[in-house]
Nanobody, 127 residues
Framework: QVQLVESGGGLVQPGGSLRLSCAASGFTFDYYAMGWFRQAPGKEREFVGAISRSGANTAHGYSVKGRFTVSRDNAKNTVYLQMNSLEPEDTAVYYC????????????????????WGQGAQVTVSS
């Protein structure tokens, strides 16, 4: 059974940091590029970051570039999202997703390309 389970969300003050984790099971993790997306109430789903199968290549959305970092540990079947300098505008439900790809170096920024999704983790940035 395929599972992606996010953890590490919560309430944080502006300027603070959080690290989200996404533990994968039920599929061969290192066959998949991984992505993070978020969705705030009343807004469309937004690309946050992605990482290739090997971990060598990453991309981050414009609104989080320089503040958020995607990484992965294939030995632990886990992908991470380190979020620094958080702003109230970062408040959203954050989802990790898996994209089966033959390339170890590529990733997708289009959510429609992803095969599996987690249940989401709430991140709230507020004083």
């Amino acid at each position: 059974q395929v599972q992606l389970v996010e953890s590490g969300g919560g309430l944080v003050q502006p300027g603070g940091s959080l690290r989200l984790s996404c533990a994968a099971s039920g599929f061969t993790f290192d066959y998949y590029a991984m992505g993070w997306f978020r969705q705030a109430p009343g807004k469309e789903r937004e690309f946050v970051g992605a990482i290739s199968r090997s971990g060598a290549n990453t991309a981050h959305g414009y609104s989080v570039k320089g503040r958020f970092t995607v990484s992965r540990d294939n030995a632990k079947n886990t992908v991470y999202l380190q979020m620094n300098s958080l702003e109230p505008e970062d408040t959203a439900v954050y989802y990790c997703a898996a994209d089966l790809t033959t390339s170890v170096y590529n990733y997708n920024t289009d959510s429609n390309e992803y095969d599996y999704w987690g249940q989401g983790a709430q991140v709230t940035v507020s004083s």
